[in-house]
Structure formats: structure tokens, C-alpha cells
């Protein structure tokens, strides 16, 4: 297992660089100017300097590479500096936003925490309802249970995040206003009144987004319990007189989790990417919200520092679903 995981983090080291490449070439041919908004009261000069001190008079490899050292090397060594109190960055360029004019690392550490409340919360719930439904609709399939589970998931799969997220709103914001219909980023929780708020704000964009979760991963953990209940150990272990809790818990769902395994590890990019779409109903500010802005404003940088995160988390997770696979089977061996 240890070979085989070092193998794939060598493995990932090209396969990143090679994404990165991709990406930085397609936002490089990619119509309009980063200083398309500067007033026209700017005289030609100082615009051309505001050019050169963005990076934007130089070659585009020269700046693929540049970007390459500022976000492997420049930015650890500030956060480090930033921990330790230490000043190996220091004099050193970090990665900036051609939008902001401010590092864009700080402005991602400055929307984290709002994602990963609510998108993070969300996917929390949509696993902790989509597995137990899945179980139980494939223990007792075509049972009324099965058929209004059935009947709820492709409901939630079916109907688009921004169409659920609006209803929701019309609902339960506008007519029986039980809940703010816009989030609000600026609030703070400070006391058991203000966490309360939080909590009411946060049900709609978690109910929308933990409704599609859970409505995907449920149809993969009931039909792959379903392949498991009538494979022969089952038959086997009932046999020799095991419990059915035990043979349905302990065999069937340790089996059954294995292709599940990578449909909730290939999702967990998407919390620290934000839900793009929600995040714009509910006025959410967090990382998906940035992400648009930044494609809208031709924010090179910026555009290019997130879609590369999301690629290495992709990545890593993709890896983990690999070694969890060694895990719940023991007949998977990499070595």
C-alpha cells in the first residue's frame, strides 16, 4: 500500500503540472483585458506601467513560470512566515489579482470559511440521509419505503440546484418568510441569539444542496447493495446461522461502500470549490462566487490559482478513494 501510494503522488506530480499548462493556455487565449475598466482618465503611460507591474508585458511562459514559482514556492514560505514568525518571503512577489490588486491567496483564505459552512454542512447531511436510504431501499425493495425513496432522489437529482434554490425561496423566504432568502456574509456568531440566525440562514442553501447530494449518492448505495445482497457469501454467512443485522451491516454494507466510496470522495472537491450556482441564489460569498467574478473581471491569476486548487484536491481525493478501496476489501492489493 505504501508503494503504491508514493507511486501515485510521483505519479501526480506531472499530471498537475500538465493541468496547470492547460489551464494557464486557455485563459491565455481566452478575449478581453485585465485593465479593460481602468477609466479612460488614466493617461496611456501610466496604464502601460499598471501592465508591466501586473506581469502582462512579458511572454506568456516567462509568466507561466513565474506563477509556477510563486504558488509552489513564494506562497508556503509566506504562510510559513505567517505561522512561525520567520521572513523567508520576505521581498518576494506573491501571486496577485489582476481584480483586487491584492494576493489572491488572501482573498481565498477570506471566502474558505463561508463555503465550507455551507457547502460543507450541506455535503455532511446529504451523505448521513444518503446512506441509510440507500440501505434501507435495497433491503426492502419495492416496499413503499423503496418506491418514495425512488421517487424523492430522482426528484432531487432531476430538478437543477437554481430551480430548487429559487422555489425555496419563493416559499419559505417570500411567503411564509421563516427564512432570510439572502445570506448574510457579514454576520458573526457571537452569542446563542446570533447562532440561531446562522442556523436559519443556512437552511435553505444546505436543504438545496444536501437534497441533490444525497439524491445521487442513495441510487449508488442501493444499487450496490443490491449487486451484494444476492452474491453467495450472503447466502453463505445466513447459513451458518448469522444474525441478520450482522450479515446486512458487517458483510453487506463493508462491500457495498467500495464503488460508493468514490462517488462521495470525487465530490468532496466541490465543497472546497463551492457550489457555483447556489452560492449566486442565495448570495452566498464564498468561493464559487469569487470564481464568477473573477472569470467576469478576466482575472487571469485569479481564475488560475482556483481551478488549480480544485484539480489538486481532485486529485488527492481521487487518491484516498484509491487507498480506502484497500480498506473495506481485503481482496484489493496493490503491492
Do not use: C
Request: charged share 15%; aromatic share 12%; hydrophobic share 50%.
Amino acid at each position: 500500500m505504501l508503494n503504491f501510494t508514493i507511486r501515485r503522488l510521483l505519479l501526480a506530480i506531472p499530471t498537475l503540472l500538465f493541468i496547470s499548462l492547460v489551464i494557464f493556455l486557455l485563459l491565455e487565449a481566452s478575449p478581453g483585458d485585465p485593465l479593460g475598466d481602468v477609466p479612460l482618465t488614466v493617461p496611456p503611460e501610466v496604464k502601460e506601467k499598471m501592465r508591466e507591474a501586473l506581469g502582462l508585458g512579458r511572454p506568456w511562459y516567462i509568466r507561466y513560470v513565474l506563477w509556477l514559482k510563486q504558488f509552489f514556492w513564494v506562497e508556503p514560505l509566506y504562510w510559513i512566515d505567517q505561522m512561525l514568525g520567520t521572513y523567508f518571503s520576505e521581498g518576494m512577489q506573491r501571486v496577485i489579482s489582476f481584480q483586487s490588486r491584492s494576493p489572491v491567496f488572501d482573498v481565498i483564505v477570506q471566502r474558505v470559511p463561508q463555503t465550507l459552512t455551507v457547502v460543507g454542512m450541506s455535503y455532511i447531511v446529504g451523505v448521513m440521509i444518503a446512506i441509510p436510504i440507500g440501505i434501507l431501499s435495497a433491503y426492502k425493495q419495492y416496499s413503499w419505503f423503496d418506491q418514495l425513496g425512488t421517487f424523492v432522489s430522482m426528484v432531487g437529482f432531476s430538478m437543477p440546484t437554481f430551480f430548487t434554490g429559487v422555489v425555496l425561496i419563493i416559499i419559505f423566504g417570500v411567503k411564509l418568510q421563516w427564512f432570510p432568502s439572502v445570506y448574510d456574509t457579514t454576520h458573526q456568531v457571537t452569542d446563542w441569539s446570533s447562532f440561531l440566525v446562522q442556523v436559519r440562514q443556512m437552511i435553505m442553501p444546505v436543504t438545496v444542496l444536501a437534497l441533490y447530494n444525497a439524491a445521487q449518492i442513495s441510487r449508488f448505495m442501493r444499487a450496490s447493495m443490491l449487486d451484494n445482497l444476492g452474491q453467495d457469501y450472503v447466502r453463505t454467512a445466513r447459513a451458518k446461522g448469522l444474525g441478520e443485522r450482522k450479515v446486512v451491516l458487517k458483510h453487506v454494507l463493508r462491500n457495498s461502500l467500495i464503488p460508493v466510496v468514490t462517488v462521495i470522495a470525487l465530490g468532496l472537491p466541490t465543497v472546497f470549490g463551492g457550489a457555483i450556482i447556489t452560492e449566486q441564489v442565495f448570495k452566498v460569498n464564498g468561493l464559487g462566487q469569487l470564481l464568477i467574478s473573477a472569470i467576469h473581471a478576466n482575472d487571469i491569476p485569479m481564475v488560475l490559482t482556483l481551478t488549480f486548487i480544485f484539480a489538486i484536491l481532485i486529485v488527492t481525493f481521487t487518491l484516498i478513494a484509491d487507498v480506502l478501496y484497500g480498506v473495506l476489501d481485503p481482496r484489493i492489493r496493490y503491492d
